[in-house]
């Protein structure tokens, strides 16, 4: 199969993933009667020339698929493609179903930037799904602000950024970075850290964040240190967090490196359970579990919004339909589920404009509110930015996280922190 594909949403799923097991899920989103396209004529909804047709509308859905990010990637377009199924089944947007064209960033952040453009300016489409790392982000953005297309992003990321051309569906480092150091101190004592990440834009400009909450917290930052995207040599940063012996280790390691640390550490003998030192993540999902697996990453923390143990009802639901569609074992991590959010906000903000325009859409977006997301309300703020909750989760050896901490209420968001910046 080639890179770039056009799919319709119905092909190849299990529709009883969609019609039984995204029932109760997809019931009582956004849109509680059936819309008919004939009310809304092409003309009239469609006033850009986007690819747009009195029964259809395509999306674009673009991440990687190969390289290393896959392993992090994968979950994301699983999940937009199974709220495209659940959208389809209900009627579509507007009476329209959704088609799609996937392209592979494949890792390489030009790539991005190229595959968007071709998503944008040669196919038309209407919105797209995409992107990971903020370098990819970083790299597509121009792209979208030039040619007006409109992205949601799906994952936590770093923050000092606000486009009127981008929703941001994953959190921000205030709801992230700055809320799980407070948890680690607060509850575990810590009063040393030791920082490691992948080298880019979003491990670097987070662990900036982190020094300085760290430091304005009157603690210490004992080391950091950073590695290409791909690396597995990590023994040599091992054994100087042995010699520094931080209360914390703080982990930004993305994609396949994460399998070569944690195993690495385990080897080293730093046992995780016994949290000395503990280590808290904000990059691994249990999607990064999944490769890595939970018999070395046991006793970890991980500080994000979601995670598949969560024992609400509209997320029981994603659970089993997700599984339903890709398989018993599969597992589903933070920005998988921040990715399955995409589709859904899409539809709320085309359905609030009455209008697939972008500049309609995005000044329908503010405000919109979802009840039913797996996990829980979440609504759109001004600043494109989710309001969600945060919680901590302390992995077990089966590859899931055990919820140990939840905020009461929503943390409202705010990607440029004064004093952070």
């Not at 092409?42 to 509308?57: H, P």
């Not at 992230?176 to 880019?200: M, P, R």
Request: charged content about 20%.
């Amino acid at each position: 199969m080639s890179n770039s594909e056009k799919h319709n949403g119905a092909n190849g799923v299990n529709r009883r993933a969609v019609l039984a097991g995204g029932a109760a899920l997809t019931a009582s989103l956004f849109t509680p009667k059936l819309l008919r396209a004939q009310d809304f004529p092409t003309a009239a909804v469609n006033t850009t020339g986007l690819a747009v047709t009195d029964d259809t509308v395509t999306v674009g859905i673009l991440h990687s698929v190969t390289g290393t990010m896959a392993i992090s990637e994968t979950g994301s377009v699983q999940a937009e493609k199974l709220a495209i199924e659940q959208i389809n089944a209900q009627g579509g947007v507007l009476g329209r179903k959704i088609e799609y064209i996937q392209e592979d960033g494949g890792s390489d952040w030009p790539t991005f930037a190229e595959k968007a453009k071709k998503l944008l300016v040669s196919d038309k489409v209407a919105s797209v799904m995409g992107c990971w790392t903020s370098a990819s982000r970083k790299a597509v953005l121009p792209v979208f602000e030039q040619y007006n297309g409109m992205l949601y992003y799906p994952t936590f990321y770093e923050g000092l950024e606000e486009s009127p051309n981008v929703i941001y569906t994953g959190q921000e480092a205030t709801q992230q970075i700055i809320a799980g150091i407070d948890w680690v101190t607060q509850t575990k004592g810590a009063k040393s850290f030791y920082l490691l990440g992948s080298d880019y834009i979003w491990p670097r400009t987070s662990n900036k964040i982190a020094r300085k909450h760290i430091e304005k917290l009157g603690l210490k930052v004992v080391g950091e240190d950073y590695y290409p995207l791909g690396h597995t040599q990590f023994n040599s940063v091992i054994n100087k967090m042995k010699l520094k012996k931080p209360d914390v280790i703080y982990a930004i390691v993305v994609g396949g490196s994460n399998v070569a640390f944690y195993k690495q550490l385990k080897a080293a003998g730093i046992d995780m359970t016994k949290e000395k030192p503990l280590l808290l993540t904000i990059s691994v999902t249990e999607d990064e579990i999944l490769g890595i697996g939970g018999e070395n990453i046991e006793g970890a923390y991980a500080c994000m919004k979601y995670f598949q143990s969560l024992t609400n009802e509209n997320n029981m639901a994603f659970v089993k339909a997700f599984k339903e569609m890709w398989g018993d074992d599969i597992v589903i991590g933070d920005v998988t589920q921040a990715a399955y959010l995409g589709p859904w906000l899409w539809k709320a903000a085309v359905e609030k404009a009455g209008s697939f325009d972008v500049d309609k859409i995005r000044e329908a977006s503010p405000g919109i509110e979802l009840t039913t997301a797996p996990e829980g309300y979440v609504k759109v703020h001004e600043n494109h930015h989710l309001w969600s909750k945060t919680r901590v989760g302390h992995a077990k050896r089966d590859g899931q996280y055990e919820v140990v901490f939840e905020t009461a209420d929503l943390v409202e968001p705010d990607p440029f922190p004064d004093g952070y910046q």
